[in-house]
């Protein structure tokens, strides 16, 4: 049999200096499960777009079954049997379940669709994934984001499939979804179908991949069977830094006055009265699969989301702050730096090399956060907000930014970071709290971190 699928030499410039993928290739046999794994900035999406369709290729070619093949968009890879689940949905969709399954042959009536056969047939492909609970007339964005994800992916698979792209599953699935998802790919295996399954875990690509390749800074670095290959060597070759020789930060002694206090926050259909408190010279993560809150909370504390609920108080202030908008929570002291490149509104370009008579480590002018973070220091800022602080940099500013969140933080400013990235806020976090659903499930010390425990409380709600 042909291969499902060779990529040979895939590269996509949207800058001619800045390349977003260097001369990839892959190849994935039929029945076989090709992980691909690499950081957040790597150009997983960008190479997941252009094997779906979405996006063409600066060059390279693509054979599919063996026929050289240029897919102009995704209906034409719908028509090559190539099915693409990409990263987000549209999650606020008001279509019913049963017409978000997008079911072929749609069964009539009279002329007319015999809706009562429609959602019979839908929860038949609901029982399939595990979602029997789920009314096929139920509004789409009524569910939660895991069973959205198992969704998506149940409309993908309800028709031919030759080669499946997906570009990070896992990330909003909770521990029995992710199985579910499992035995949906081992079935597939059966079937023929080559899977191509991006992803920013080493661990994850472990369990699942037949084979294993490496992708930083849009280049392939190494592929690996399985079998040879464990979990640090696959995160050192990610970021390119063997982390085992990073010295181990001792827990910071944050000042015992609270800098930021949050009470009863709530936005509409994501956070549901939030409260946490943070000390100055702290750093607090919040940790979250995708669509858990953790974003929404902090632009909801930095008047960029709408609060329906809540109080802010800033500097131990017993009247609480009246922050509707980013501007005036700048002016309130409170900077919001967002995803993902931490533009803020009239920002100017300012050198953060040395702050306050303290030296600032990495935000070099490679660095698209250096102005923003600079703004809100000479500003005065009490507190920083990240959401998603290293989406889309590249691994020496992602190290940077790492090292400067700490710096920041002993000039005595708190810090509150929001990431789906584990790793990312173990490495900066004096505390981790861990969101599920909105609210905050659990809180870790940073004596007590662990990225493996943390992802499994965040995997584990029901």
Known sequence: MFPALIAKGISQEFH???????????????????????????GKSVLAD????????????????????????ELEAVGKTVRYVKQFWDRHSRMTVADALQ?????????????????????????????????????????????????????????????????DPA????????DVLYEKLSQLQYASTGVVYLTQRAEEALEVGDQISVLRDGRLIATHDPESVFAPQITGEMIGVDTSREP???????????????????????????????????????FGL??????????????????????IFLKASGQPSRIKTPEEAFVNGLGLITEPYGRQPGVVDSDPSSLAGRPLRGLNAENPQKSAIAKCLKSGCS???????????????????????????????????????????????????????GRIVKTFERSAFSAEKILAIAKSRK
Not at 20 to 41: F, K, M, R
Not at 51 to 73: D, E, F, I, K, W
Request: net charge neutral; proline share 5%; with cysteine.
């Open 50 to 73: 252009i094997l779906g369709g979405v996006a063409r290729p600066t060059s390279g070619t693509m054979h599919l079954q063996g026929q050289l093949t240029v897919l102009r968009n």
């Open 290 to 311: 995708q669509y858990a809150g953790q974003s929404e909370t902090v632009r909801a504390i930095g008047g960029l989301e709408p609060r329906t609920d809540g109080e």
């Open 383 to 437: 507190s920083l907000l990240f959401d998603n602080p290293t989406r889309g940099l590249n691994v020496a500013c992602r190290l940077e930014l790492y090292r400067a969140i700490q710096d920041i933080a002993d000039l005595g400013t708190s810090v509150v970071a929001a990431s789906t990235n584990v790793d990312e806020l173990v490495q900066v976090s004096d505390r981790i709290a861990v969101m599920v659903d």
């Open 103 to 167: 079911l072929e042959a749609i069964p009539r009536k009279f002329g007319l669709v015999d809706s009562h056969a429609l959602n019979e047939r839908a929860r038949g492909q609901l029982s399939m994934f595990g979602l029997n609970e789920v009314d096929p007339k139920s509004k789409v964005c009524e569910l939660s984001a895991g069973k959205q994800k198992l969704l998506q992916i149940a409309a993908i698979l309800s028709k031919p499939t030759t080669l499946l792209v997906l570009d």
């Open 16 to 42: 001619p200096s800045k390349p977003v993928l260097s001369n990839v290739d892959l190849t994935v046999h039929p029945g076989q499960i090709h992980a691909v794994v690499g950081q957040s900035g790597a």
């Open 248 to 286: 181990i930060r001792p827990p910071r002694a944050a000042w015992p006055e609270v800098a930021l206090r949050v009470e009863g926050v709530s936005v509409e259909h994501c956070v549901y009265g939030l409260s946490i408190k943070v000390r100055r010279g702290e750093v607090l993560g919040l």
């Open 171 to 178: 990330a909003a699935l909770n521990a029995a979804e992710t």
